[in-house]
């Protein structure tokens, strides 16, 4: 993989994933909403060894101007041999319950805006017969709880919408990769108490280097929570309505 | 989860706020009530000078960005929270190395600075704080200044040694140094006592960029201080830069009953029997020659969950070594070293730190299990010797030397002290200075 466009790079996960492709000598196009932050990406890019780097700046709420990053992307990379979606943000619940416009919203940032560019890459993709694309959903998307559901449902429908489109590119040889991260020690949970289920950033990042590679297609990272998430999903649901989760 | 506290694992750490830093440009962030900062990079310090209890810590991991590299010059800069492993990591293969690595590369840019950290090299090189070229400094005013040789001199003089006490490093530029493997040409030495390393350290110091010994502690007699002198120079038999890299963590805690004194004299004796000739050349890759211990993540679990103390000392080098016997036969009869007893002559190339650690001299590094009061008070008893010597203690490896001690190891106190950030402080720093 030489030619890779990776939306939402400055994100702490995906600046990972980004470092690894710049260490075998990648093109890249990164996309992000600060252009301080972009900057800064791309010159460590450049020194770990990315051939070249391209930016470019979007809002995940201006969806139709969407289309039009992906074209740059690929006016200025000629072709593209996979994508990477790693954008979003974690809502906060407790207004989202007051307000359906803040859910409305969560729903934009982490749903619609990945299907606006999924909906461009996948027809690239579909006649250009082979490619990996790649997008960060969440272990929250498994099962909806009452602390965190906004956000798991937005992620939800991201995994529905990814099982759809990757059984739909399989035949025409390409890849889809659901990343399901369970807790990450970011700047998005910086809020957040800790606990020992905490992964890093790099860990992470690595991970979906790893399975873009090997055009994977459902990925837990860290791998244990395929075990934590069998569990959850398998407590009936009149146990698990009682459950303070 | 990261936990934030030294390598030691003491003090333990009761109450400690922990803060992140994001950005270059942003404002430094600090506790909204009067609690004192104090930078925190990977954590590899020994003692509490990385750590600050009842206060609150600025951890640096997200600045971990290249910033820019120019081939023609090897000059590197990099925001501070960067490590010497991923520096080595993109670096080693494009023909490039450290100018100045400690025993481990787990370190990040800032904490290399700020301990003015020195090396095999030192010898020939001298310490970090010499391949600096220039850093950013953030203050608790806001302020964000560059300091050189030339621009903020003085606060570039301070900060090189400066415990992470004059302000938040931002960014670091230092001069990498062109090599043509990632191998080196080594020879180990085996000496029999302490005069045998003297003589092979001065026959063999100037034609090695790199050398170190390890010692054994617990023989006496006409064997007192026998061990192993490793030296290197980097190849140029070979061009390949690939690494053979495999690192296995410690896995649990160890039982603190394990390191006991019979235990410490077999390993140390088969340590020293490994090589049956008395000298042995190989080509080795800088891993295994620079980072032994990198190869166990979390190595320092080894000593239970007491944790452990480290001693360096450096003293001046009287002609017959009478001081450093003297600090061996104290070891010997203490029965309380461990394995990793390493011992290097420091060369005379001087820092441009207020505060560096090295100088002239030998210098000792050593750990003891944390026994309590029976270990600590061989350390006292160790202190002054070396102080009485007209030696130095390192702050970095230190959890328990007293404010006298201090004192005596850093005689330009007074002139570094000025430059010290009002918002900054340390467990260490306290503990020395009340």
Redesign the interface.
């Known amino acids: 993989m030489k030619k890779i466009v990776i939306i939402g790079a400055t994100s702490?996960v995906a600046t990972e994933t980004a470092r690894c492709f710049a260490?075998e000598g990648a093109e890249l196009f990164i996309a992000g909403r600060s252009e301080?932050k972009l900057e800064?990406?791309a010159?460590?890019l450049r020194?770990?060894?990315a051939a070249v780097v391209h930016t470019g700046l979007f809002n995940s709420r201006d969806l139709a101007a969407h289309d039009q990053l992906l074209e740059q992307a690929f006016h200025k990379l000629g072709e593209i041999d996979a994508a990477l979606i790693a954008h979003g943000d974690l809502p906060n619940q407790a207004e989202c319950q007051r307000a359906w416009v803040e859910t409305a919203r969560a729903l934009e940032t982490n749903f619609l805006s990945p299907v606006a560019f999924l909906t461009w890459l996948a027809n690239y993709f579909e006649t250009r017969g082979k490619g990996n694309i790649t997008v960060i959903s969440s272990v929250a998307g498994d099962r909806g709880r009452q602390s965190n559901y906004i956000y798991g449902c937005a992620k939800g429908a991201l995994a529905v919408f990814l099982q759809g489109l990757r059984n739909r590119l399989a035949p025409r040889g390409v890849s889809v990769t659901t990343i399901k991260p369970g807790f990450i020690?970011t700047?998005m949970t910086?809020h957040i108490k800790?606990?020992?289920l905490?992964a890093?950033a790099e860990v992470v990042g690595k991970r979906i280097y790893k399975a873009m590679k090997r055009g994977e297609s459902v990925v837990y990272a860290p791998f244990f929570w395929r075990f934590i998430m069998l569990i959850i999903i398998h407590i009936p649901e009149f146990v698990f309505k009682k459950l303070k989760l | 989860m990261r936990r934030y506290e030294s390598w030691g694992r003491y003090p333990k750490i009761r109450d400690q706020k922990v803060l992140s830093v994001y950005s270059l440009k942003g404002p430094l962030p600090l506790p909204e009530d009067d609690r004192s900062v104090l930078p925190y990079g990977l954590g590899r310090s020994y003692g509490d000078s990385c750590v600050n209890d009842n206060n609150a810590i600025i951890e640096t991991s997200a600045l971990s960005n290249f910033i820019a590299f120019d081939p023609s010059t090897g000059i590197l800069r990099a925001e501070s929270g960067v490590s010497l492993a991923t520096i080595l990591k993109v670096f080693v293969p494009k023909g490039w190395f450290l100018p100045v690595t400690p025993g481990t590369k787990f370190v990040t840019l800032g904490g290399a600075i700020a301990n003015d950290i020195h090396g095999k090299n030192h010898h020939r090189a001298g310490t970090f704080g010499r391949h600096v070229t220039q850093f950013g400094l953030l203050r608790s005013t806001g302020e964000h200044l560059t300091c050189s040789p030339t621009q903020n001199a003085d606060l570039f003089r301070a900060t090189i040694g400066g415990l992470g006490l004059t302000g938040l490093i931002s960014w670091v530029e230092i001069k990498l140094i062109h090599i043509r493997s990632a191998y080196l040409d080594t020879r180990t030495i085996k000496f029999r006592n302490l005069d045998e390393f003297v003589e092979i350290s001065r026959e063999n110091d100037p034609i090695y960029d790199y050398s170190v010994s390890w010692v054994d502690c617990t023989t006496e007699g006409d064997q007192l201080g026998r061990g192993l002198f490793m030296a290197g120079n980097f190849s140029e038999r070979t061009k390949s830069r690939q690494p053979p890299s495999l690192a296995i963590p410690f896995p649990c805690q160890a039982p603190s009953w394990l390191l006991n004194s019979y235990f410490m004299r077999s390993f140390n004796t088969l340590y020293y029997n490994k090589q049956f000739s008395r000298s042995v050349d190989a080509l080795t890759h800088y891993e295994p020659f620079f980072y032994p211990l990198d190869a166990i993540i979390n190595w320092n679990r080894m000593y239970g969950s007491r944790g452990f103390f480290q001693y360096q000392f450096v003293v001046p080098f009287d002609q017959k070594g009478e001081t450093i016997k003297e600090i061996f036969r104290r070891i010997t009869r203490s029965k309380r070293a461990s394995f990793l007893a390493v011992l290097k002559t420091f060369g005379d190339l001087e820092s441009p730190g207020i505060m560096s650690f090295p100088r002239k001299g030998i210098t000792l590094a050593l750990d003891f299990p944390n026994d309590g009061a029976p270990t600590l008070a061989l350390m006292n008893e160790l202190d002054t010797i070396v102080l009485g010597a007209g030696g130095s203690l390192y702050p970095a490896k230190d959890a328990r030397m007293s404010h006298k001690g201090f004192l005596a190891s850093h005689p330009r106190l007074a002139e570094f002290e000025p430059h010290i950030d009002p918002r900054f402080s340390s467990s260490f720093w306290r503990r020395v200075r009340n």
Do not use: Q, V
Request: proline letters at 11%.
């Open positions: 702490a260490l301080e800064r990406l010159n460590d020194c770990r060894g020690d700047p910086a800790k606990g020992p905490f890093s």
